[in-house]
């Protein structure tokens, strides 16, 4: 895998292409930042909706977020009125989860997340957790190893209720580490005393900001995505912009585990876009159609409440139609249909309209196919069932707009 990173216009575009030369993702960003995902403020709560059981807080003059009720846990006040309850003219810290979608508000929370180069510590949760990446022995021996009942309890009664998340970057450090858990775990210790300094300096100083106010400001988020690489995910991070590897160099250090290299292209006779054929590639992942090597392609369309895929067996159809032939052409849909999901951020409601079955079995092996390939996309994905119709559905987490949103 390499990472292709291009400033242009006044956007930042990153492509994540794989060993053929194909896009898996495709990001693009402002260059300049105004809120974003992860940046903490102090918000005034304009109204509270129980119907919806939500409150929608204004972060900046003019732009309000929506907080789910469920999204509150131990919030810090700056400000309260009488009720116990959050209400109108509250005053709290809270932290962007996901940006605005066409006509619906950001979110917000009051669990306020801190990301370390290995752990990550969330105010309001309860526990230590393991990454899901990491095996489930190793799991196992990392959560048994890494910090004990009575260290963690100590943790909640310096910063309050949270919990730990040991990321997967973790793990790596036992690949060269002789004395088996023991680096993780000292590595693990020093990152919670960073993340913890910073949560005690943010209640310390929040009390005496005013409204509006922001507490942490994230990175540029097409820099977070690189901070969070390692060589597992890409083996080098190309860009022609001397301006973005200065940056992305000195945030180098930030980087998990071993990062990918940082190259500067500046081949004066190629460029970096024609190289790696990034307009070619921009135009596939928001082109509606997209064959198949086995002859059927996919078609997808979205609308305001879903994405749909369709999927058609094409030039298979000379097969005569046999079960066999429609089975391979709706297992390389499934495939392919995880990767366009992945490559085009498509996110909320998915629905996949496989090719129709006779034999239950083979309904079956589809699910299993779809749910293996999309267990690769970094972004949380849950294949729910197939329906009578052999309607597939599906949610991915919504955390950036699609990609067709932000090329119109």
Excluded at 183 to 190: D, H, L, P
Aim: hydrophobic fraction near 40%; include cysteine; glycine fraction near 6%.
């Amino acid at each position: 895998m390499n990472y292709i990173v291009e400033k242009k216009e006044n956007r930042v575009l990153s492509f994540l292409l794989d060993d053929s030369g194909h896009a898996v993702e495709i990001h693009a960003d402002a260059l300049t930042d105004g809120p974003g995902i992860g940046d903490i403020y102090i918000g005034l709560v304009q109204k509270v909706a129980k119907n919806i059981n939500a409150a929608f807080v204004e972060i900046i003059p003019g732009v309000s977020g929506y907080l789910p009720f469920d999204e509150i846990a131990d919030p810090i006040y700056v400000s309260k009125g009488p009720s116990p309850d959050i209400q109108a003219g509250d005053q709290l810290v809270v932290q962007i989860t996901r940006e605005a979608f066409g006509h619906k508000d950001m979110s917000l929370s009051t669990k306020i997340t801190l990301h370390g180069k290995y752990v990550v510590m969330v105010l309001g949760g309860i526990g230590l957790g393991i990454s899901r990446k990491i095996p489930d022995d190793l799991r196992k021996t990392l959560k048994d190893s890494i910090m004990s009942r009575d260290e963690f309890s100590a943790l909640q009664k310096r910063i309050g209720t949270c919990s730990v998340v040991v990321r997967t970057s973790a793990a790596g450090i036992m690949e060269n580490a002789s004395d088996d858990t023991d680096s993780v775990r000292k590595a693990v210790s020093e990152d919670l005393s960073v993340l913890e300094a910073r949560i005690t300096d943010l209640k310390l100083k929040a009390p005496y900001r005013s409204v509006h106010s922001c507490l942490g400001k994230q990175p540029p988020r097409w820099l977070q995505r690189i901070v969070r690489l390692t060589e597992a995910d890409a083996e080098s991070v190309t860009t022609d912009d001397r301006d973005l590897y200065r940056q992305i160099f000195e945030a180098g250090s930030e980087s998990p585990g071993s990062a990918p290299k940082l190259r500067l292209y500046d081949d004066p006779m190629v460029s970096m876009e024609k190289l790696y054929s990034l307009e070619r590639e921009t135009a596939r992942a928001l082109n509606k159609k997209v064959d198949l090597k086995g002859g059927g392609d996919l078609v997808i369309e979205s609308t305001e409440a879903l994405h749909i895929i369709d999927v058609n067996s094409g030039r298979s159809q000379s097969s005569k139609q046999k079960e066999e032939a429609l089975l391979s052409v709706n297992l390389e849909a499934a495939r392919e249909a995880a990767r366009q999901i992945r490559l085009r951020n498509l996110s909320g409601i998915i629905v996949i309209d496989f090719i129709n079955l006779k034999q239950q079995k083979n309904s079956l092996r589809i699910l299993d196919e779809l749910r293996k390939a999309v267990l690769t996309d970094p972004v949380k994905t849950t294949v729910v069932d197939m329906t009578k119709l052999g309607l597939v559905e599906l949610t991915r987490k919504k955390i950036e707009v699609p990609l067709r949103d932000v090329f119109p």
